[in-house]
């Protein structure tokens, strides 16, 4: 079954330590996204890739970083720059034309 | 920049037609989404339309676009208590940016 599959469920990171968030999708969708999630604000879009080896800053990129290596896969690096990391973070890809497709999320909280 | 726009919250009484809201800024929208969220739970698409179309129906779902508005709603027929979740619009560009809304919590009253 075709699919987007995010990993960890669960993360924690301490203070300082960078962490990287796995995104890989067998839907062969061009574009990919990184949401991040907090309670009342919604979504927000840290980093896209419309095609491999190209990505665009999104609403809240600082802290964060991306690589797209390979059209399947879109990690994302949570830096220790990023000062309020603890979130829900949300990835998705897209068949133009159709619905945006969405991994179960991770969950990183910084101890 | 971009900006999507929703009430955060809407009660209806079980049984009743719910209409979530939704306004946008970007001009060159070419879809727009409604995601639905239950707690714990990833998105769930509930229906997209192209924002050359007026309106799309599929079952108790109903969406009307007013684009020179920039103005997205969602109608749910017979709001059940399985409907209660958090409800995203969302937008998409045609450099396929998409932002979502804050989300409109859907609270059904018996």
């Known amino acids: 079954d075709g699919g987007i599959t995010q990993s960890p469920k669960y993360l924690f990171r301490k203070e300082g330590q960078n962490v990287t968030l796995s995104c890989e999708q067998n839907?062969?969708?061009?574009?990919m996204y990184w949401y991040r999630q907090d309670p009342g604000q919604g979504l927000r879009l840290i980093y896209y890739?419309?095609?491999?080896?190209?990505?665009q800053k999104g609403d809240i990129a600082e802290g964060y970083s991306v690589s797209r290596e390979k059209k399947e896969s879109f990690p994302l690096t949570v830096t220790s720059a990023q000062k309020n990391p603890t979130a829900f973070y949300l990835c998705a890809s897209i068949d133009r034309g159709s619905e945006a497709f969405f991994g179960q999320g991770t969950r990183l909280t910084v101890v | 920049g971009e900006d999507v726009e929703q009430s955060l919250f809407l009660s209806v009484r079980e049984g009743d037609s719910s209409v979530i809201n939704c306004t946008y800024t970007d001009s060159s929208s070419t879809y727009l989404y409604w995601y639905k969220q239950e707690p714990g739970a990833g998105l769930q698409l509930l229906t997209y339309?192209?924002?050359?179309?007026d309106m799309k129906q599929d079952q108790r779902l109903t969406v009307l676009l007013n684009k020179k508005d920039k103005h997205l709603s969602l109608r749910i027929a017979d709001t059940q208590t399985g409907d209660s979740a958090i409800y995203f619009c969302?937008?998409?560009?045609?450099?396929?940016?998409?932002?979502f809304g804050k989300g409109t919590r859907l609270h059904i009253l018996p």
């Open positions: 839907l062969n969708h061009d574009a």
């Open positions: 890739s419309q095609i491999v080896n190209d990505f």
């Open positions: 969302a937008d998409a560009n045609r450099d396929d940016k998409i932002i």
């Open positions: 339309i192209f924002s050359n179309m």
